[in-house]
């Protein structure tokens, strides 16, 4: 398995767990999110303390919410990884859009089927 292979599948295991310490630990200081709401573009986060406080109301706001890796493919630095997560009363799909750095995600965009 690649490095960046490893990187993202620790992202997404911290991310399954709601682990924020644990996801923070793979992010660069410089990273960035993009989330796939509003639409149409979705919220840009940049830095580590914003992405931090994002994440800890994401999970706050989601307590329930299960993520299922259903395919990832890595090609040098970048992942693509199609998932499904899944909050209890409903559930969507998408594709996360990685470039790692130095063993941590620098950047993750987020797209779900419309």
């Known amino acids: 398995m690649s490095g ?3 990187t993202v599948n620790a992202f997404n295991e911290a991310f399954g767990r ?4 644990a996801v923070m630990a793979l ?4 990273c960035i ?3 796939t709401l509003p639409t149409p573009d979705g919220e840009r986060v940049v830095g580590h303390e914003p992405m931090r ?3 800890d109301r994401f999970f706050h706001d989601s ?4 993520f299922e890796t259903e395919e990832m ?3 040098g630095d970048r992942a693509t990884v199609r998932w499904r997560f899944d909050w209890g009363s409903g559930h969507v799909r998408g594709i996360d ?3 790692v750095r130095d063993g941590k995600v620098a950047e993750k965009l987020s797209y779900v089927k419309g």
């Open 4 to 6: 960046t292979a490893e």
């Open 18 to 21: 709601h682990d924020v310490d």
């Open 27 to 30: 992010m660069t200081d410089d």
């Open 33 to 35: 999110f993009e989330n």
């Open 53 to 55: 406080a994002f994440w």
């Open 63 to 66: 307590p329930n919410a299960t």
């Open 73 to 75: 493919v890595v090609a």
């Open 97 to 99: 859009l990685f470039k």
